[in-house]
């Protein structure tokens, strides 16, 4: 059985930099479709960033060119690197595994099978 464990949320001021991870725990790594998604106050949960097994990334737009998926599996890890950080990127920042698939990655919310407990993260103008 799989479960995600986030880190690296926090406080920064606009145009900051945050580096957040998702380490898999309890089965093998399996490389397959992984996502990060975050969730603002009052707003639904919508997708970031997701990456396939064979590595190929997406973006929403409103993080293309600043947002970097990417995953390490000897490390067994997820990884969200923020650029340019504005306070709309604030929000709780959550990793997503869809167990079902390894490419052509789905995107909504629903997809995905397992979750994480959720990182904070908090830009301030």
């Known amino acids: 059985q799989v479960h995600l464990e986030e880190s690296g949320g926090g406080s920064v001021q606009a145009g900051g930099s945050l580096r957040l991870s998702c380490r898999v725990v309890g089965d093998e790594f399996k490389r397959r479709c992984m996502g990060w998604f975050r969730q603002a106050p009052g707003k639904e949960r919508e997708g970031v960033a997701g990456?396939?097994?064979?590595?190929?990334?997406a973006y929403v737009n409103t993080v293309e060119g600043r947002f970097t998926i990417s995953q390490d599996s000897a490390k067994r890890t997820l990884y969200l690197q923020m650029a340019n950080l504005s306070p709309e990127d604030s929000g709780m920042y959550y990793c997503?595994?869809?167990?079902?698939?390894?490419?052509?990655?789905?995107?909504?919310?629903?997809?995905?099978?397992?979750w994480g407990q959720g990182t904070q993260v908090t830009i301030s103008s």
């Open positions: 997503a595994v869809d167990i079902d698939h390894y490419q052509h990655c789905r995107s909504k919310v629903d997809d995905f099978d397992v």
């Open positions: 990456i396939a097994g064979d590595g190929s990334a």
